[in-house]
């Protein structure tokens, strides 16, 4: 590529950094095609000296325009643009804007190389495994086979089996939901459940509304249905109330999709006065609103709350939750307990997608219920679930460099850490920490738009102190050598 195909002009007394100058004027090059596929871009090193800005805000900008699917780098050849423009006919149904597409993509790429043997991951959902109830699960299956023979390996109703839908009944009872029995419906997992309500309250090229950063299972469901997906930014309360108020007058969203306790990514717990205006807001402009409650029992610390259901007087809340996260995530048995004016429609979606949730699994998970095994592990994560999380704190303190900014979870499974802003991104710190074998997850990953450049999640939840304590150290390590690489010191970065 000559110089002079790339036009560049840095404003320095604008608030946006200048890396993210640098990136949206190159992707707007790219997208007009005045940067055409195969082009290539000068090295950082003298794209740096030309513009006279340091290496790393080069680095930083080509790193994210390569997760974003602009770029690539060939070793030793140099970074070319690799976007093609990719049309839509302009009635086809709306769709996430590519770029989104293609950086959400190239993440997910990169995060595939986690799964390598004998890393440290920290990038899972799971809960803690060595504490799966295995030996109670073979127990119960024995049981309900001796007990039940073929029925339980018939197709179930498709609203669930009848014992495991009243002992989900009472217990939603317990934390204030007023509930009756054909408001609950068993579902594969909460997964299952978003996809469900999706299904039925939106149509594509309808808006869901949810907090940016927010679970990546739902931006996944959102792209499958076509829907598109609006992000709104959250405070250490969570989802701002003012920022949903302002766009839902213009955006019509058919769908506010939250997580009050324990968010993921973040691990924000949504206190009582924003669940109240949140109801509140959904109430006046009569938009439903999903919250998904998987982490709710994962409190170690502070009072328990109640879920937006039990606060809502006009049958706007839907809740989910699921047996997955707190007891075994590979028997697929969750619920939703919505209401009169979403029930048939949610069970007839529901029949159509599987007909019926395996009704021995449903079955066992009931048994496991009744003998306690849940209250049980409860208890063993919260004890456990603290320890890591006070081990996870002291590890980021000692290894993660200063700039860096994270809160103390009151449960749930995740450190949400934001790395330095004028350092390396976290793909980039993603890949120089795999070569010292330990994996986070990325946080633009969690974004519907833009976002996270800077930020990893870590599940603490799934490792022993020691471990933790090793992998934030090599996190750290890999983060000061690429920051020293890359000319941190000299970009006034603290090592
Ligand atoms: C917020 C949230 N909702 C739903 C799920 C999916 O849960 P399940 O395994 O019950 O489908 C996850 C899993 O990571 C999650 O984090």
């Given at each position: ?10 404003q ?20 007009s ?5 195969g ?5 950082s090193?003298?794209?740096a ?8 805000s080069?680095?930083n900008a080509?790193?994210e ?10 070793a ?8 093609k423009r ?7 149904p709306?769709?996430?804007p590519p770029?989104d ?11 595939r190389?986690a ?19 295995v ?6 299956l024995?049981?309900?086979i ?6 339980a390996?018939?197709?179930e ?7 495991l839908?009243?002992a989900?009944?009472?217990y939603v ?9 054909g ?8 997964q299952q ?12 090229g ?5 907090a ?12 499958a ?11 250490q309360?969570?989802i ?11 955006l019509?969203p058919?769908?506010i999709?939250v997580?009050p ?7 924000h ?7 109240r205006?949140?109801?509140r807001?959904a ?7 999903l919250e ?5 029992e ?11 259901k ?14 997955t ?5 590979g ?6 307990i ?8 949610l069970?007839r979606?529901?029949q ?14 009931h048994?496991l ?32 460099p200063?700039?860096?900014?994270w ?12 790395l330095?802003?004028?350092g ?7 890949i ?6 330990v ?5 633009g990953?969690?974004?519907s738009?833009?976002?996270?450049s ?6 603490f939840?799934?490792h ?10 090599r996190i ?8 020293a690489d ?6 006034g970065l603290?090592?």
């Amino acid at each position: 590529m000559s110089k002079d195909s790339l036009s560049v002009e840095l404003q320095r007394d604008s608030e946006t950094p200048l890396y993210r100058q640098l990136i949206a004027q190159i992707r707007e090059q790219i997208e007009s095609g005045a940067l055409p596929a195969g082009s290539r871009l000068p090295p950082s090193r003298a794209l740096a000296g030309r513009l006279g800005i340091s290496r790393i805000s080069v680095v930083n900008a080509y790193s994210e325009l390569r997760a974003a699917g602009y770029l690539s780098a060939r070793a030793g050849r140099g970074t070319f643009v690799v976007r093609k423009r990719d049309a839509a006919p302009a009635d086809a149904p709306p769709r996430p804007p590519p770029a989104d597409r293609q950086r959400a993509a190239s993440i997910r790429d990169m995060m595939r190389l986690a799964r390598k043997p004998g890393v440290i991951d920290f990038s899972s959902g799971s809960p803690p495994s060595e504490f799966f109830p295995v030996r109670y699960l073979q127990d119960a299956l024995n049981q309900v086979i001796d007990r039940d023979g073929a029925a339980a390996l018939s197709y179930e109703a498709a609203e669930g089996y009848l014992p495991l839908r009243s002992a989900v009944r009472d217990y939603v009872r317990a934390i204030g939901i007023q509930c009756r029995l054909g408001d609950v419906l068993i579902t594969g997992g909460a997964q299952q459940a978003i996809d469900l309500v999706l299904q039925s309250l939106l149509s594509p090229g309808d808006t869901l509304v949810t907090a940016d950063p927010t679970y990546l299972g739902v931006i996944d469901i959102a792209q499958a249905r076509r829907v598109h997906i609006h992000g709104i930014p959250i405070d250490q309360d969570g989802i701002r109330i003012d920022a949903l108020d302002a766009i839902i007058g213009d955006l019509r969203p058919r769908l506010i999709y939250v997580m009050p306790s324990y968010q993921n990514p973040t691990g924000h717990l949504m206190p009582m006065h924003r669940r109240r205006q949140l109801v509140r807001l959904a109430a006046r402009h009569g938009v439903p609103v999903l919250e998904d409650e998987v982490y709710r029992e994962f409190r170690f610390e502070g009072d328990e709350l109640p879920p937006l259901k039990a606060l809502d007087d006009s049958g706007v809340v839907i809740h989910t939750n699921a047996f997955t996260k707190v007891l075994l995530p590979g028997i697929r048995i969750g619920y939703l307990i919505a209401g009169d004016a979403y029930n048939e429609r949610l069970s007839r979606v529901k029949q159509a997608a599987d007909i019926s949730t395996s009704g021995l699994h449903q079955r066992a998970i009931h048994l496991l219920l009744e003998r306690g095994v849940l209250a049980q592990q409860l208890e063993r994560n919260r004890i456990e679930l603290r320890r890591r999380r006070v081990a996870a704190l002291a590890a980021a303190q000692r290894y993660f460099p200063l700039g860096s900014k994270w809160f103390s979870p009151q449960g749930g499974l995740y450190l949400w850490v934001e790395l330095p802003e004028r350092g390396p991104s976290a793909a980039e710190t993603f890949i120089a920490a795999l070569q010292r074998d330990v994996a986070f997850a990325i946080g633009g990953l969690f974004y519907s738009g833009d976002g996270g450049s800077h930020a990893m999640r870590l599940n603490f939840g799934i490792h022993r102190p020691a471990a933790i304590d090793e992998g934030f150290a090599r996190i750290g390590a890999a983060w000061r050598a690429l920051a020293a690489d890359i000319g941190g010191v000299e970009a006034g970065l603290v090592l």
